[in-house]
């Protein structure tokens, strides 16, 4: 039997159709994730192409793992050696091998978002830089889009005539320059630099050529201009790529994604076919016509329409809450309900248009005992201890022969050296510095004769020398995950966690020693620094695989994949959609909006709930409406449930799940909204620290929602009479509801 017997004709047009480029434009869950599967089994099984001829580039990591997956399971560990990643890996492969041509070594540090910002902290002191007038996201966004519009530091200091443009451009400057100096690479450079060696080095473009007879691009859509001319250098000139895409999920316009590159396609690939499929496999019947009929109202696009043979008679459930505490109190139960008639909480994800929305619902997950798991939100690898953890492993790295300095290492050296404490203030720490740039070595060489007087920090340092080096003795004789333990229980990192009673910091520890040793028992060859280079580019998602665990996640996070059951949660006015994208943003940001719906919408197979509550918001300082995305579902599809939905005068209230978890739900406040009486807020415990997206009140400004914390300064949204403003995290006045 053909391996193309599980696909449809259209289907199978595509996927055999091995001499031309392809493209194949159609809608959500038609099958397009399965059609380059199947063409690559296809390719290898009845072509006899050989697998790593292969080359596939997907959105996000767990896209890739899935993919990969689903080859394997039609071909066996042939599959193994067909390349698939996202497009970041695949140019860190890349660079890997050909940024020596660059002047780089091969193990160049890639940087994350708080390194980013360590080496603001650094440039914005010798600057003299005002963190109020210049915050750090802001200037990271600046950095990033003159990289990515391929603006030089000296095209920006010459654009730069006022004096703010010019301060940007200074460190703009300042941050290229010691990038450079420790052979390190931000995200952007990831593909800016894989750009150049491929379009500049006729060498290494046809290296890479040669490698890849067929290409594929998943989620092609989404792809921007860099993006794109990537993909472009890497296809010689007869080799065949296929793409494929669905314009109604364009989700990345704000991120320079553009939907023209996959509608201009031929274009650029003149002999290439189309196929366009319709046929949904993923949704049942009243899911499907309700995404239809929202994504409709989208004047911008091209028409088409998809069906489904999978008939049901379940619609799908709208639930509006009396006030914000019930919904997620109504979601947690429908979970539970769910879960007791059968369905995996695997199977089920909540989705959400921010991160910030996930902490309420956490809280109730938590009362009802329920399992889930954050995708996305902060990063698992973003954790303090977890990067603290990775700082140490990182100065246990074996040095490479092009890379004698090793700059890079400075990074880390300050995030841990007095962490645990040794003894060692701030103070010690610039003298080092200084020294280390007057002596021209990173920080770790000096710390082995450092010109401090006092003896204290000097004990300190000498300790820490010593736990690195014995550990760096065993690098070639442990593994990576023993190599961690080590580091971290003679360094005193453990103890300090066990003592200071951190449990949630172990449980991460402990998770992360398990994922390393996944890693190496997946890769017995790999080397720690093969870990390293590996391990930037994670993101949560690629953690706690494999457990029944609820899926959170943001409507972003979940492009191309599928659950039996998806809630989308918090759907008002000014949330989903966006109060930005209804106020400024005009039309063309409503229907990004629109476009996002249809994702989340389009994600569940089996079930669709969607949930929004009344009441007053002081996040948007207004009564909240439902979202007039749930008013575009023609109302036949829908199942009204909850306190006062939608003046619909059903009468079908929700019941709540039976048994003891009926206990959880809090009364109902039939007030009328905004006066209701204000919940009681317990006074901040010390140490009790906020987070962002933590709900808190204020004494004098009421109610508010913190979205960002930078050295112990809150930023707090308030009602809008109010606004935002920083205040100190610890204020008396300052309480977390
Ligand atoms: N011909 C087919 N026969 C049976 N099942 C199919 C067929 N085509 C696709 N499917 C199933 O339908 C679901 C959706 O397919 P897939 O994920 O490939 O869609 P997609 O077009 O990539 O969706 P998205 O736009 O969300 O990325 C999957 O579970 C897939 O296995
Ligand atoms: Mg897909």
Not at 600 to 620: C, E, H, I, N, W
Not at 694 to 723: M, N, P, Y
């Amino acid at each position: 039997m053909s391996i193309l017997e599980q696909l449809n004709e259209r289907q199978r047009e595509a996927a055999a159709c091995v001499d031309h480029h392809v493209r194949i434009i159609a809608g959500a869950g038609s099958g397009k994730t399965r059609v380059v599967t199947t063409r690559i089994a296809y390719l290898i099984d009845e072509c006899h192409v050989f697998p790593n001829k292969i080359l596939a580039i997907t959105f996000t990591n767990k896209a890739a793992r899935e993919m990969k997956e689903r080859v394997e399971s039609i071909l066996g560990p042939m599959a193994h050696s067909v390349q698939i990643s996202t497009i970041h890996s695949f140019c860190v492969r890349l660079l890997r091998e050909d940024i020596r041509e660059l002047g780089y070594p091969r193990n160049f540090t890639i940087l994350d978002s708080e390194d980013q910002k360590s080496i603001l902290k650094e440039i914005y002191k010798e600057q003299d830089v005002d963190t109020k007038v210049f915050s750090y996201p802001s200037m990271i966004g600046y950095i990033s889009s003159c990289k990515t519009a391929f603006v030089s530091v000296q095209q920006a200091q010459e654009m730069a005539h006022l004096e703010g443009q010019r301060i940007r451009a200074n460190v703009y400057a300042a941050y290229q320059k010691r990038l450079a100096d420790m052979y390190a690479l931000d995200f952007d450079d990831l593909l800016l630099f894989a750009h150049r060696l491929l379009k500049e080095s006729e060498e290494v473009r046809t290296k890479w050529q040669r490698r890849f007879s067929y290409l594929h691009v998943d989620e092609f859509q989404d792809v921007d201009e860099l993006q794109y001319a990537i993909i472009r250098l890497l296809c010689a000139p007869d080799a065949k790529l296929c793409v494929v895409g669905d314009p109604d999920q364009t989700i990345y316009t704000w991120r320079g994604a553009r939907v023209d590159i996959i509608l201009e396609f031929e274009k650029d690939f003149p002999d290439c076919r189309t196929v366009i499929l319709n046929e949904n496999y993923r949704s049942e019947e009243h899911i499907l016509k309700g995404a239809n009929a929202v994504i409709k109202n989208n004047k911008n696009r091209i028409e088409k329409d998809l069906y489904t043979s999978r008939h049901s008679d379940a619609k799908i459930i709208h639930f509006s809450a009396a006030d914000e505490q019930n919904e997620p109190v109504w979601v947690a139960a429908r979970l539970k309900t769910l879960y007791h008639s059968g369905v995996r909480y695997r199977d089920m994800a909540v989705l959400y248009r921010s991160n910030y929305l996930s902490r309420a619902l956490e809280k109730a997950l938590l009362d009802a005992h329920i399992p889930y798991r954050i995708y996305g939100g902060i990063r698992f690898y973003e954790r303090a201890e977890i990067k603290d953890a990775l700082s140490y492993l990182r100065l246990l790295a074996p040095k490479q022969a092009d890379d004698d300095k090793e700059l890079w290492k400075t990074l880390a050296v300050r995030r841990v050296l007095n962490v645990p404490k040794r003894g060692i203030g701030a103070k010690s720490i610039d003298t080092l510095e200084q020294q280390a740039q007057q002596e021209d070595v990173n920080l770790y060489e000096v710390l082995k004769h450092p010109s401090l007087s006092q003896s204290k920090a000097k004990k300190g340092i000498a300790s820490f020398v010593e736990v690195i080096e014995e550990c760096r003795r065993c690098v070639d004789t442990l593994s990576i995950d023993q190599l961690m333990k080590k580091v971290l229980e003679d360094s005193g990192y453990l103890r300090m966690l066990q003592e200071d009673n951190e449990s949630d910091r172990m449980e991460n520890i402990k998770e992360l020693l398990n994922d390393m040793q996944q890693y190496v028992e997946n890769d017995p060859q790999a080397d720690l620094n093969d870990y390293l280079q590996e391990v930037a580019l994670y993101t949560d998602n690629d953690l706690y695989e494999g457990n029944d665990v609820v899926q959170l996640m943001t409507v972003h996070a979940a492009k191309g994949l599928e659950f039996d059951c998806v809630f989308i949660y918090n759907l008002c006015e000014g949330i989903f959609p966006s109060e930005r994208s209804v106020s400024e943003g005009g039309n063309a940001a409503l229907e990004e909006e629109r476009r996002l719906i249809y994702v989340a919408m389009t994600r569940a197979k089996k079930q669709l709930f969607l949930s929004d509550s009344m009441g007053y918001s002081f996040v948007l300082d207004k009564i909240k409406t439902p979202s007039r995305f749930v008013m575009e579902i023609p109302p036949e599809l829908l199942e009204d449930v909850g306190a006062k939905p939608r003046n619909r005068f059903s009468e079908d209230v929700d019941v709540y799940a039976q048994g003891s978890f009926a206990q959880a739900r809090p009364a109902v406040s039939h007030e009328a909204a905004g006066e209701s009486a204000r919940p009681k807020t317990k006074r901040r415990k010390r140490g009790d620290q906020l987070s962002k997206g933590d709900l808190v009140h204020h004494t004098s400004f009421g109610d508010g929602v913190v979205i960002r914390l930078e050295d112990g300064l809150a930023t707090i949204a308030f009602a809008q009479k109010f606004g935002v403003r920083k205040i100190m995290a610890d204020h008396p006045a300052l309480s977390r509801k």
